[in-house]
């Protein structure tokens, strides 16, 4: 190894974290290609007893080190967290299954029982989806707790082969009576539209532990997401719920509100950019007036939403005790509107609740306020995303 090469590994090895069983990499910026070029990082994995946590975000890791690497965990038995996202900038996606097939064999040889898989931000796709999946149907995965997946383009494909191995772990783990009890789902910017959704839709109903589900930015309309909605319903445990930027329409608006109604847990909503439109923010208004105690943020930005509608939703929110922000940005309410919401909620000394941006221009004539058409909406501002 050149000298050079030697100094900047000894920079890295300086930013490594150890402590409570957690041996982290993460940010190295290192390209691993080979076993050699690995060597640094298998020997503090062999030297490190009782890890449960790996963490080699940041990295790009081929197959051949992934293979040595996948070596050195296969007696790791009290491995729990792995934190195994972006690593495969820069990689052929051909060289991404067989380095996922490794380290999960490894995994599954070990014994480990996860509680933690993230595997965001490698754009692995359907075929990616299909190496990890015998690790998801593994006793491996019958405790997991949390899967995250955000970012790696899995497409309807891998949505439905994602879906199909949830459901085999769930089955066969009852089996065993230790049932899967998923907490935490993650899988925004997957594109897995309706056909995904509604194969996980059917996983969820199965599992019905959930207690977070993020999904933004998947291509689904309402077809997903009240198929999505009547699966939360068997989840009354779940306490976020971020469906940004994907289709609602009135019809999926009026099905998530009817969900809504059941899950007395919820704390954050985010419908931002949904298109839920007025009949659609009518109905989750209902929804929430009638129940939800517990709710601390309610996104419903950029939904075609006109001023009624908007004003039934903060009169809705207005004694929630625990309401920490409501955004009704980018909606068709007009200054009448937004004077009406600002004093709903300063005479509940909610003003803080309401995140509202200054219009970018005034609009030349006010002298006869009304609503703007669905397609120009009076108030346009940058939305507030809840994670």
């Known amino acids: 190894m050149a000298s050079e090469d030697i100094s900047q590994l000894a920079d890295s090895l300086a930013k490594t974290q150890v402590g409570g069983g957690e041996l982290s990499f993460k940010g190295w910026g290192k390209k691993l290609n080979t076993a050699e070029a690995a060597a640094e990082i298998i020997k503090q994995i062999e030297e490190f007893e009782g890890l449960q946590a790996l963490r080699l975000e940041g990295n790009t890791i081929g197959v051949e080190a992934a293979q040595a690497i996948a070596k050195c965990l296969a007696n790791k038995k009290d491995l729990e967290n792995c934190h195994w996202s972006d690593m495969f900038t820069g990689r052929l996606r051909s060289e991404i299954p067989p380095a996922l097939i490794s380290l999960?064999?490894?995994?599954?040889?070990?014994?480990?029982?996860?509680?933690?898989?993230?595997?965001?931000?490698?754009?692995?796709?359907?075929?990616?989806?299909?190496?990890?999946?015998?690790?998801?149907?593994?006793?491996?995965?019958?405790?997991?707790?949390?899967?995250?997946?955000?970012?790696?383009?899995?497409?309807?494909?891998?949505?439905?082969?994602?879906?199909?191995?949830?459901?085999?772990?769930?089955?066969?783990?009852?089996?065993?009576?230790?049932?899967?009890?998923?907490?935490?789902?993650?899988?925004?910017?997957?594109?897995?539209?309706?056909?995904?959704?509604?194969?996980?839709?059917?996983?969820?109903?199965?599992?019905?532990?959930?207690?977070?589900?993020?999904?933004?930015?998947?291509?689904?309309?309402?077809?997903?997401?009240?198929?999505?909605?009547?699966?939360?319903?068997?989840?009354?445990?779940?306490?976020?719920?971020?469906?940004?930027?994907?289709?609602?329409?009135?019809?999926?608006?009026?099905?998530?509100?009817?969900?809504?109604?059941?899950?007395?847990?919820?704390?954050?909503?985010?419908?931002?950019?949904?298109?839920?439109?007025?009949?659609?923010?009518?109905?989750?208004?209902?929804?929430?007036?009638?129940?939800?105690?517990?709710?601390?943020?309610?996104?419903?930005?950029?939904g075609e939403i006109k001023k009624d509608a908007a004003i039934a939703v903060a009169e809705a929110v207005k004694h929630k005790s625990l309401l920490e922000k409501i955004d009704l940005n980018g909606n068709c309410l007009g200054e009448e509107g937004r004077v009406h919401l600002r004093k709903i909620f300063d005479g509940q000394n909610k003003s803080d609740a309401l995140d509202e941006e200054d219009e970018a221009e005034e609009e030349e004539d006010r002298g006869t306020e009304k609503e703007s058409p669905v397609d120009e909406p009076q108030h346009i501002v940058k939305p507030t995303v809840v994670n």
Do not use: W
């Not at 707790?145 to 790696?152: A, I, S």
């Not at 919820?266 to 298109?275: H, K, P, S, T, V």
């Open 104 to 302: 999960g064999d490894a995994v599954k040889n070990a014994g480990a029982q996860l509680k933690l898989l993230d595997l965001s931000d490698n754009a692995f796709g359907p075929d990616g989806v299909s190496s990890f999946e015998t690790l998801l149907k593994s006793q491996a995965c019958y405790s997991l707790r949390e899967l995250r997946l955000n970012n790696c383009g899995m497409g309807t494909g891998g949505g439905k082969i994602l879906a199909a191995a949830l459901s085999e772990c769930h089955s066969k783990s009852r089996a065993l009576g230790r049932p899967l009890a998923l907490k935490v789902f993650i899988a925004g910017r997957n594109r897995l539209e309706n056909e995904g959704a509604i194969a996980l839709a059917d996983a969820f109903k199965s599992i019905g532990t959930l207690e977070e589900v993020h999904m933004p930015q998947n291509g689904i309309n309402h077809e997903g997401i009240t198929a999505l909605a009547k699966a939360f319903t068997d989840n009354r445990r779940l306490r976020v719920i971020n469906l940004n930027d994907n289709t609602f329409s009135e019809e999926g608006a009026i099905a998530m509100a009817e969900t809504l109604r059941t899950l007395q847990n919820i704390e954050y909503i985010n419908f931002g950019d949904c298109l839920v439109r007025s009949k659609g923010a009518q109905a989750i208004a209902e929804a929430v007036e009638s129940g939800l105690c517990k709710l601390k943020e309610l996104n419903l930005s950029f």
